[in-house]
């Protein structure tokens, strides 16, 4: 089993940046892939950026592209979203998770989840 909390989230302006990490504990030697969903009211969970424990490599979403950056600090347990250029339509609840077998873009390739940190961004 592993067990993923993530922190950071909060109460944000348009255009500030906010860093939220998420602290991986247990089989973590286990992770193939993690990565960081997202699910705003009254929508389904989208991905938003993925790692690839093995090689380091990131995937991301259009929508964030070239404003977050996913990388994890393998030391420390630890993955990192960091969201620079914040709009009011990343208000979400961000999700961290971890993958068993490969880093994918689907909710379905995941294993583990933590239990979301809120991130609302004020216009």
């Known amino acids: 089993q592993v067990q993923l909390v993530e922190s950071g989230g909060g109460l944000v302006q348009a255009g500030d940046s906010l860093r939220l990490s998420c602290a991986a504990s247990?089989?973590?030697?286990?992770?193939?892939?993690m990565g960081w969903f997202r699910q705003a009211p009254g929508k389904e969970r989208e991905f938003v950026a993925g790692?690839?424990?093995?090689?380091?490599?990131?995937v991301y979403a259009d929508s964030v592209k070239g404003r977050f950056t996913i990388f994890r600090d393998y030391a420390k347990n630890m993955l990192y979203l960091q969201m620079n250029s914040l709009q009011p339509e990343d208000t979400a609840v961000y999700y961290c998770?971890?993958?068993?077998?490969?880093?994918?873009?689907?909710?379905?390739?995941?294993?583990?989840w933590g239990q979301g940190t809120q991130v609302t961004v004020s216009s």
């Open positions: 247990g089989r973590t030697f286990s992770i193939q892939g």
């Open positions: 998770a971890a993958s068993g077998s490969t880093m994918g873009t689907s909710t379905s390739w995941y294993d583990y």
């Open positions: 790692f690839n424990t093995n090689d380091g490599t990131t």
